[in-house]
T-cell receptor, first 111, second 115 residues
């Protein structure tokens, strides 16, 4: 069984551009979570989604960030007008019940 | 506020020794705890979990202990191997009776195993 897949693995953007990060959950998992990790730190929760619904977005900045998990296709984390402070590793996790399994992450670098 | 923290940010052991990684949590309402291992450049890898109605759980070479009285969690790794070298995170879930929700992660402990 394939694990959680994320792409791209590395993404470079200039300030002001948009970043789109994709996550395909494990087969049979309908719960998707996005986390952000800064260097030398733990993961910080951003958003929790089920198919077509945002359940908890308490960790996501109110501006420039959005997430979706459509009925068909991967979950997307979108960052508009990126700034240098957005540089981080973004991890997606999926679950069937309570155990969350993580993908390899997307490392975003903003120049 | 909710927080999960670790007592020791780094731990160095010799191959074959047992390792103990500690974690303190502050949210007494948390009902599920997970240990993850993260190698450089990779995503967190599930190691073992434990529910709040348990105080011990064993896996292959790993044991998790939960002490709810002092809100303490530990991960024991038996016969530590060089491949165990990584950053270890504890995480807690306060699901409010459901099985889903955000994980709160600790800062991480760097485990280095010397051959």
């Amino acid at each position: 069984n394939a694990g959680v897949m994320q792409n791209p693995r590395h993404l470079v953007r200039r300030r002001g551009q948009e970043a789109r990060l994709r996550c395909s959950p494990m087969k049979g998992h309908s719960h998707v979570y996005w986390y952000r990790q800064l260097p030398e730190e733990g993961l910080k929760f951003m958003v929790y989604l089920q198919k077509e619904n945002i359940i908890d977005e308490s960790g996501m900045p109110k501006e420039r960030f959005s997430a979706e998990f459509p009925k068909e296709g991967p979950s997307i984390l979108r960052i508009q007008q990126v700034v240098r402070g957005d540089s981080a590793a973004y991890f997606c996790a999926s679950s069937y019940q309570d155990t969350q399994y993580f993908g390899p992450g997307t490392r975003l670098t903003v120049l | 506020g909710e927080s999960v923290g670790l007592h020791l940010p780094t731990l160095s052991v010799q191959e074959g020794d047992n390792s103990i990684i500690n974690c303190a949590y502050s949210n007494s309402a948390s009902d599920y705890f997970i240990w993850y291992k993260q190698e450089s450049g990779k995503g967190p890898q599930f190691i073992i979990d434990i529910r709040s109605n348990m105080d011990k759980r064993q896996g292959q070479r790993v044991t998790v202990l939960l002490n709810k009285t002092v809100k303490h969690l530990s991960l024991q790794i038996a016969a530590t191997q060089p491949g165990d070298s990584a950053v270890y995170f504890c995480a807690e879930l306060n699901a409010g009776g459901t099985s889903y929700g955000k994980l709160t992660f600790g800062q991480g402990t760097i485990l280095t195993v010397h051959p």
